[in-house]
């Protein structure tokens, strides 16, 4: 009982996150998502069997990355961080805490179909872990998750930054790639970058 009452309170915390004013920063909208994908694909090498899953599990995840982003509301802090770039504070919305879900409902599913139904108490485990990790962002370096988790929170994460980015102004400047201090000469940014600065916003 102990245990259902704080998970309880743990998903509602998490949910409640999505209505305040939140700092955008690299780590969390490029970083996590970028180490996501790429903890997939390492899991995936393990079980090549699961590859052709991918072409389902990653659009469904950039569905669902999409759709969160279409309630998030930006404003400027007038701010700016120790590279120089201007600081935004996002608030998320309910259809990122509904994406959030999203993603552990699919990833229940995709458990389902490729390894069999699981005991309602290792659904409730499985979301206590996914609670944490979303508080504990660190937890994610310890976390043996099956492959299908990583691609749908990877590529739901990376579209929701990606749309940000090349929608807003704000984002895609707070977002932006800088140079390490004492590494401005010569510095140049990633192609990916690059095709972002071509297709996105420019900030006023």
């Known amino acids: 009982m102990l245990f259902l009452v704080v998970l309880v309170i743990g998903v509602l915390y998490v949910v409640s996150e999505s209505f305040g004013y939140k700092p955008a920063s690299r780590l969390a909208q490029v970083g996590i998502p970028t180490y996501s994908l790429v903890m997939a694909v390492v899991t995936l090498v393990r079980d090549p069997?699961?590859?052709?899953?991918?072409?389902?599990?990653?659009?469904?995840?950039?569905?669902?990355?999409?759709?969160?982003?279409?309630?998030?509301?930006?404003?400027?802090?007038?701010?700016?961080?120790?590279?120089?770039?201007?600081?935004?504070?996002?608030?998320?919305?309910?259809?990122?805490?509904?994406?959030?879900?999203?993603?552990?409902?699919?990833?229940?599913?995709?458990?389902?179909?490729?390894?069999?139904?699981?005991?309602?108490?290792?659904?409730?485990?499985?979301?206590?872990?996914?609670?944490?990790?979303?508080?504990?962002?660190?937890?994610?370096?310890?976390?043996?998750?099956s492959w299908y988790v990583w691609a749908l929170s990877g590529s739901a994460g990376y579209t929701y930054a990606l749309v940000l980015r090349l929608t807003d102004p704000a984002v895609s400047e707070a977002l932006h790639e800088a140079p390490r201090p004492g590494h401005g000469e010569g510095w140049c940014p990633s192609p990916l970058q690059r095709l972002l600065d071509r297709l996105g916003p420019h900030a006023s």
């Open 49 to 145: 069997a699961q590859w052709p899953w991918v072409f389902l599990a990653v659009p469904v995840g950039m569905a669902i990355g999409w759709f969160q982003t279409t309630h998030v509301r930006v404003r400027r802090t007038g701010d700016r961080d120790r590279r120089g770039r201007r600081t935004v504070e996002v608030r998320r919305g309910w259809s990122y805490a509904l994406g959030w879900l999203l993603v552990f409902v699919c990833g229940v599913a995709f458990h389902v179909a490729l390894d069999g139904v699981l005991p309602w108490d290792e659904v409730l485990d499985d979301l206590a872990s996914d609670v944490a990790r979303d508080i504990f962002s660190f937890l994610l370096l310890t976390s043996g998750l």
